[in-house]
């Protein structure tokens, strides 16, 4: 999923966000981390971490997709005032 993340693949992030959910959710809802208890700690810390990485990202692209919607819609005020009917 970073890997996705990080080459721009936002539907494959989707796709991949679609099947780790219900996973996570089974993962805990199993008890997982009362039979395993230090045993899985690193693993959470991992998960951890990739989670803010993936956040980090989507964010910034967030951002990058916002400043180019703002940018299309100032071009098409631009196109607007110069067509001519």
């Known amino acids: ?19 780790r959910a219900p996973l996570l959710k089974q993962f805990f809802d199993e008890n997982t981390l009362q039979t395993t ?3 899985i700690s690193s693993d959470l810390e991992k998960l951890i971490a990739i ?20 940018n299309l819609k100032r071009i098409h005020k631009v196109v607007d005032a110069y067509s001519i009917d």
């Open 51 to 70: 989670n803010q990485a993936i956040q980090s990202k989507s964010e910034t692209e967030r951002k990058n997709l916002l400043c180019q919607l703002g």
């Open 37 to 39: 208890g230090l045993e």
């Open 1 to 19: 999923m970073l890997e996705a993340c990080e080459g721009d693949d936002w539907p494959q992030v989707t796709a991949l966000e679609q099947q």
